[in-house]
T-cell receptor
Framework: AQTVTQSQPEMSVQEAETVTLSCTYDTSESDYYLFWYKQPPSRQMILVIRQEAYKQQNATENRFSVNFQKAAKSFSLKISDSQLGDAAMYFCAYRSRYSGAGSYQLTFGKGTKLSVIP | DADVTQTPRNRITKTGKRIMLECSQTKGHDRMYWYRQDPGLGLRLIYYSFDVKDINKGEISDGYSVSRQAQAKFSLSLESAIPNQTALYFC??????????????????FGPGTRLLVL
């Protein structure tokens, strides 16, 4: 079974600064997807960024980028030029790319609460 | 308009009551999911459905049942609610693999969540 670990329960960043959220995972599979979801106080789960394990290039979405280290099973999220609206819980999630029983399940970490200081 | 909607957004009920949470989507996706979120535990999968005739249990299905009334509608029922079912419930959808064969190439999109309190 896959596991996802987020070792930082809480983090804070000054507005306009850069912050990196950590995520590690454990799997025996070679092909999979990794995601970062954002959950603001509104409770909505919002997809931030997605990475396919077979792609060596790190995914980027505007101010959000990842550092994907497949051998180390590490998937960190970097937020540049932090804004007040970035304050939220951030969840790292894993999903197998192969079809089969259980493969459709997203396995989530426990989340990191990010505060943005004005 | 939201692509994935959930009703109700908040619900308080009593132990032993039957309750239904509903999910509708306009994304045209085949696959739908129900997750539960507890503080400190992240989200866990309750049930998922690939189409109207295909429903599967997830990690924590005990005490829950589901109904896929149509491609766009997926309901979660608690037949006899108990206090430890107090949680935030999310519906999610995904497009499906289409002709991708054994590979599943999709992202799950979540509804706004339903906060349920069982007294």
């Amino acid at each position: 079974a896959q596991t996802v670990t987020q070792s930082q329960p809480e983090m804070s960043v000054q507005e306009a600064e850069t912050v990196t959220l950590s995520c590690t995972y454990d799997t025996s599979e070679s092909d999979y997807y990794l995601f970062w979801y954002k959950q603001p106080p509104s409770r909505q789960m919002i997809l931030v960024i997605r990475q396919e394990a077979y792609k060596q290039q790190n995914a980027t979405e505007n101010r959000f980028s990842v550092n994907f280290q497949k051998a180390a099973k590490s998937f960190s999220l970097k937020i540049s030029d932090s804004q007040l609206g970035d304050a939220a819980m951030y969840f790292c999630a894993y999903r197998s790319r192969y079809s089969g029983a259980g493969s459709y399940q997203l396995t989530f970490g426990k989340g990191t609460k990010l505060s943005v200081i004005p | 308009d939201a692509d994935v909607t959930q009703t109700p957004r908040n619900r308080i009920t009593k132990t032993g009551k039957r309750i239904m949470l509903e999910c509708s989507q306009t994304k045209g996706h085949d696959r739908m999911y129900w997750y539960r979120q507890d503080p400190g535990l992240g989200l866990r999968l309750i049930y998922y459905s690939f189409d109207v005739k295909d429903i599967n249990k997830g990690e924590i299905s005990d005490g829950y049942s589901v109904s896929r009334q149509a491609q766009a509608k997926f309901s979660l029922s608690l037949e006899s609610a108990i206090p430890n079912q107090t949680a935030l419930y999310f519906c999610a959808t995904s497009e499906g693999s289409g002709t991708s064969g054994r590979f599943v190439s999709e992202t799950q999109y979540f509804g706004p969540g339903t906060r349920l309190l069982v007294l």
